[in-house]
């Protein structure tokens, strides 16, 4: 599981840096925008949140509780931020809208794993392995978000 947290790490932050240039590209279009601003808010977000859970899940993988605290943690942030994110999108594609309350529910996910690590014992998986199917497909929406994000049209007139 190391290799896997360590990867995602690396890819979580390299994604956030990528986005911080597609922002620096997109600036003046989205700065006085307040939808825009949310979205760049929530992509950001959406990599930052995967990439602190794993970067906290190297610490100590055999000390689970540990682990558990940093997701308890993550989750709980993930879940306030994007809630308010969430609410206050009523514009952009379906993903714009949609994909952030799919991701709230993932983070709800990974808070009842980091609560309760057994469950997933009838599938052979620990805990810790269960989390990593949820931050797989957090930073899956992540990505898709980003494209939405980045694919809308300008409102920029030249």
Do not use: K
């Not at 590209?25 to 990599?47: D, G, K, Q």
């Amino acid at each position: 599981m190391d290799t896997f947290y360590s990867t995602v790490t690396t890819l979580c932050f390299t994604l956030i840096g990528l986005w911080w240039a597609v922002l620096q590209l997109r600036w003046h279009e989205w700065v006085n925008v307040p939808a825009r601003r949310r979205t760049a808010h929530s992509v950001f977000l959406a990599f930052l949140v995967p990439g602190i859970m794993s970067l906290g899940a190297q610490i100590a993988p055999e000390l689970p509780l540990m682990w558990r605290l940093v997701f308890v943690a993550g989750s709980i942030g993930g879940i306030v931020a994007t809630f308010f994110l969430a609410r206050a999108a009523a514009a952009g594609g379906f993903f714009l809208r949609v994909g952030r309350w799919l991701m709230l529910l993932l983070y709800v996910f990974v808070l009842v794993t980091a609560l309760v690590p057994d469950i997933y014992r009838a599938f052979g998986l620990t805990g810790l392995q269960g989390e990593a199917l949820w931050v797989t497909i957090l930073v899956l929406l992540g990505v898709m978000l980003a494209w939405e994000a980045v694919m809308e049209p300008s409102q920029h007139t030249n």
